[in-house]
């Protein structure tokens, strides 16, 4: 039997000073495991990530760049732990995080769900709100039939939630090893899979908004042709449910204001002449997520 009651995945990509502002939020204790996955940082990065320190630290570097989904992928198929965290290495814990998990170690529960906080660089409290996060809290506040169905399948990220390791291994959970919003499929199967679970309002992780990041800059048509991707795989998982409304599910049309105030009538164009010219591909994109239902 494992020594370990949590088992914490971390992807890492360049970003080695933050990854160990990350280790240090997590108690130093036997009984905590931490996975790293190096996503093949540059030499000068892994010369870095080689000084980073903690009790448990096990890195494991991976010869090619693959994307997040990959890493985590490789991190939880070395998780040994009773429980398992995902999380991103440039983000923290609250500091009474796992003095609150220690509440659910021996409960039946598949997973906890908690709140997070969203700071600046300087880790202040900058007011935002992350859309998983605000579903998580009004469904606290009010838990009505349709809150819960916002919670179990739109609640996607990966690193509000304390998963039981046994769950993860007899339901498949895992990411998409693609490029771009990776965790969708590993919230989906939790949402449909599980039949225990405890949503808390404790802030028990801290989300750093990085306005330098990826997420904060235009994307290329490219780049927003693989999120539509994405979305219509979930398109095919929430039509095969019966939801076929908004929220869940997003119709095409919704895309060209967006892309309208966001980018512009040309390239507004060239995106909806993308969805045509690829249709094949699109029509596969809503098969991906359907052997959940098998």
């Not at 970003?15 to 997590?26: E, N, V, W």
């Not at 630290?57 to 693959?66: K, M, Q, S």
């Amino acid at each position: 039997m494992s020594e370990y009651i949590y088992s914490i995945v971390i992807p890492h990509y360049n970003s080695a000073t933050l990854l160990q502002r990350m280790l240090d939020s997590i108690p130093q204790r036997k009984d905590i495991q931490i996975i790293v996955v190096d996503d093949c940082s540059t030499i000068e990065n892994i010369e870095l990530l080689r000084n980073s320190h903690h009790s448990n630290l096990e890195i494991t570097y991976l010869p090619d760049n693959h994307g997040p989904g990959h890493a985590r992928n490789v991190g939880m198929q070395m998780a040994t732990g009773k429980w398992l965290l995902v999380v991103d290495a440039d983000d923290v814990f609250a500091d009474h995080a796992f003095s609150v998990f220690d509440n659910y170690v021996d409960s039946d529960y598949d997973y906890i769900n908690y709140c997070i906080k969203v700071t600046n660089a300087d880790l202040k409290t900058n007011g935002n709100n992350v859309y998983s996060d605000q579903i998580v809290r009004e469904y606290i506040e009010n838990p009505t039939d349709t809150n819960l169905l916002k919670f179990k399948y739109l609640n996607s990220v990966c690193w509000n939630k304390l998963v039981r390791n046994k769950f993860i291994q007899a339901n498949g959970v895992c990411f998409d090893e693609t490029m771009v919003t990776d965790d969708i499929i590993y919230n989906l199967i939790i949402g449909l899979k599980a039949k225990k679970f405890k949503v808390i309002p404790d802030e028990l992780y801290v989300y750093i908004e990085n306005m330098n990041s990826i997420t904060h800059k235009n994307k290329t048509l490219d780049r927003e042709f693989l999120f539509y991707i994405q979305i219509q795989k979930r398109n095919g998982f929430f039509q095969k449910l019966g939801l076929t409304h908004y929220p869940f599910y997003r119709r095409t049309i919704l895309y060209f204001p967006h892309m309208l105030l966001k980018r512009g009538l040309s390239d507004a164009i060239k995106f909806f002449k993308m969805i045509r010219e690829r249709k094949n591909e699109i029509a596969e994109a809503r098969k991906a997520y359907l052997y959940l239902f098998q």
